[in-house]
């Protein structure tokens, strides 16, 4: 473990998904206690997208942004919000000088797969339709997201090839969640490390799937076929049940002619760049926003 972020673990509270009400309470608590973000350099606006019972976005629009991403916050389908992602969100948008699209996507277990994946496909959708309004190039689109949000990123890459949908630039998969199965190395050994572990996942999916079998929209690494789809930047944690799913994935794109950029960390754990005063997490944030700039090709 890197040594400035073990020095936080005995101050992580424990996460507990298979409650998902106390888990959205404890993260709206933490991100309440977190230092705001510097959105002096951009327009922050809330907006709702109508599609469904509407779906909550919130804009964040950087001076001279000539592309964008809609962005899917983490929270293993259960928590989270768009206040939650607010740092993350404005920071991204700071790093890389795109038009973040934060997505307010539905809870689960209230409202299981699909209902997550319909609204951040509404609002990529909605993205494509009013590129000229949020003054930026259509064919510089993104789709990326952290955990949760990153299987809905490489969801909507997965639909959107498959309905002729929008045109995606590139996707942002930050330690992606990708595998209902559950049988990777990672996901069978790291039962007992920080912040998120094999049983949080194992509740996540459960939240997310019910009882109805994984497709590959709602689990994306089930999908046999990667050809055609965006390129990727994908990023893994060292101790993280994740954490061999998101290289399989990578491995598998590249075999499928997709161009990939693959960064595995070390001695980070799922979640750990939220401890933002770490020089590994600030290294993380930062190659975020450089590798979303470097995927829409500013």
């Known amino acids: 473990m890197d040594p400035e972020l073990e020095a936080f673990i005995p101050l992580i509270p424990p ?16 991100a309440a206690a977190s230092s705001a973000p510097d959105t002096s350099g951009m327009v922050v606006e809330d907006r709702t997208v109508p599609a469904g019972p509407g779906v909550p976005v919130r804009i964040y629009r ?7 991403v809609v962005w899917m916050r983490g929270g293993g389908f259960v928590m989270g919000d768009l206040d939650t992602e607010h740092p993350w969100a404005a920071r991204l948008a700071a790093g890389s000088g795109a038009v973040v699209i934060s997505v307010g996507y539905r809870f689960a277990p209230e409202h299981r797969f699909p209902a997550a994946l319909d609204d951040a496909y509404a609002v990529l959708e909605w993205a494509a339709e009013h590129a000229a309004e949020l003054g930026v190039d259509p064919a510089r689109i993104a789709v990326g997201g952290h955990s949760a949000g990153a299987n809905l990123a490489a969801a909507l890459s997965l639909r959107a090839r498959d309905e002729q949908g929008p045109a995606i630039r590139f996707q942002l998969l930050n330690q992606p969640g990708l595998d209902d199965r559950q049988e990777t190395w990672s996901q069978r050994n790291f039962t007992d490390v920080p912040w998120f572990t094999r049983a949080n996942a194992t509740a996540s999916w459960r939240h997310y799937l019910g009882d109805q079998p994984a497709t ?13 789809l965006p390129p990727a930047y994908i990023a893994t944690a060292e101790f993280c049940p994740n954490r061999d799913e998101g290289i399989d994935y ?5 075999q499928a002619g997709v161009s990939v950029e693959l960064h595995q960390w070390p001695g980070t754990f799922h979640g750990s760049q939220a401890l933002l005063t770490a020089e590994v997490s600030q290294r993380q944030n930062t190659e975020l926003g450089a590798a979303l700039r470097r995927g829409l090709g500013g």
């Open 250 to 254: 990578a491995l598998r794109l590249m």
């Open 15 to 30: 996460l507990d998904l298979t409650d998902s009400t106390a888990a959205r309470t404890n993260l709206a608590e933490l």
């Open 216 to 228: 590959p929209y709602a689990a994306p690494a089930r999908a046999t076929d990667l050809s055609g």
């Open 62 to 68: 950087p001076h001279q942004a000539q592309g964008a």
